[in-house]
Nanobody
């Protein structure tokens, strides 16, 4: 079992930036699919971004394209979500997720049910 722990959530004004960090307990596979999801009150959890560490390919939700960057330092047991030009609609609980069996093509589909490992969530609040 891989354990994930998020940190970095905070309250920030619109237009500001924030970096979320996810620490993991270590993977058995050389290549891992890593992802960030978010869930706002009254809404379903939605995919934000994924990265496949085998080639560092990424995919982003249209709503965050050009503003957010997903990255990793797998050897240091870390993945990140850099959030720039934050908007009030970005307000949500953010969750990191990972799976060791997804290959690149499936990883970039950002299907929530594909991910076996989840963090506890960290709150991001963007004020206008």
């Amino acid at each position: 079992q891989v354990h994930l722990t998020e940190s970095g959530g905070n309250s920030v004004e619109a237009g500001g930036s924030l970096r979320l960090t996810c620490a993991d307990s270590g993977y058995s596979y050389a290549s891992v699919c890593m992802a960030w999801f978010r869930q706002a009150p009254g809404k379903e959890r939605e995919a934000v971004a994924t990265i496949y560490t085998g080639d560092d390919s990424t995919h982003y939700a249209d709503s965050v394209q050009g503003r957010f960057i997903i990255s990793h330092e797998k050897a240091k047991n870390r993945q990140y979500l850099q959030m720039n030009n934050l908007k009030p609609e970005d307000t949500a609980m953010y969750y990191c997720a990972a799976d060791e069996l997804l290959l690149q093509r499936r990883c970039l589909e950002m299907a929530i049910d594909d991910f076996d490992y989840w963090g506890q969530g960290t709150q991001v609040t963007v004020s206008s």
